[in-house]
């Protein structure tokens, strides 16, 4: 097990509020990567980051800010909501060299 | 940039042989991914090509060529636990993130 997990799960909320997702692992990786999953558009990245406070913009990063204080957390946070934000939002490790990712279990939120 | 072509929905029998493909266009490659994905659960990581050839794995193989940008995930005796979402996924860099195709459907049916 990667020993990675978020919070929260589920989360519903209304337009222009701001939101904070949490991305926390155990296994003290350098890398790691904030997703978000649309049908029809697969994965698509929104920022990831290389150490702490390090980090860089992904496809779709518009809307989105990213922090990394610790090794072990790495936040997603919508300034002001809106209902295109609502998404799955996947977290991600990378473990090794090769093109493996580990994956939280995701967030589902809701912008109404 | 980087773009992924992968067939949207594939139909395959209980027992069968499925192959999965995936095309690639990037500035630079460094290698090749699969990941399953069940509703509602996270991708999982399937198998990995850096260079050339077939990567087996039980059930699944994995085959690149690079000359070509193209790859297959090839699933063999289907089980219907198999039904999910398949992503192939590059790396253009050792450092740069997973750039993920749309996902391939495969419904398993009796």
């Known amino acids: 097990d990667a020993g990675i997990t978020q919070s929260p799960r589920h989360k519903v909320t209304e337009t222009g509020t701001p939101v904070t997702l949490r991305c926390h692992q155990t296994e003290n990786h350098r890398y790691m990567y904030w997703y978000r999953q649309d049908p029809g558009h697969g994965l698509r990245l929104i920022h990831y980051?290389?150490?702490?406070?390090?980090?860089d913009k992904g496809e779709v990063s518009d809307g989105y800010s990213v922090s990394r204080s610790k090794t072990e957390d790495f936040l997603l946070t919508l300034e002001s909501a809106t209902s295109s934000q609502t998404s799955v939002y996947f977290c991600a490790i990378k473990p090794g060299d090769t093109g493996e990712l580990f994956f939280g279990e995701g967030s589902r939120l809701t912008v109404l | 940039g980087q773009s992924l072509e992968q067939p949207s929905e594939v139909t395959a029998v209980e027992g069968a042989i499925v192959q999965i493909n995936c095309t690639y266009q990037?500035?630079?490659?460094?290698?090749l991914s699969w990941y399953q994905q069940h509703d509602g659960g996270a991708p999982t990581f399937l198998s990995y090509n850096a260079l050339d050839g077939l990567e087996e794995t039980g059930r699944f193989s994995s085959f690149l060529s690079r000359s070509d940008s193209y790859g297959y995930l090839l699933l063999q005796e289907l089980q219907m636990k198999d039904s999910a979402s398949y992503f192939c996924a590059v790396r253009a860099s050792g450092n740069t993130p997973l750039v993920f195709g749309k996902g391939t459907r495969l419904s398993v049916i009796a």
């Open positions: 980051s290389y150490g702490v406070k390090d980090t």
């Open positions: 990037t500035s630079g490659f460094y290698g």
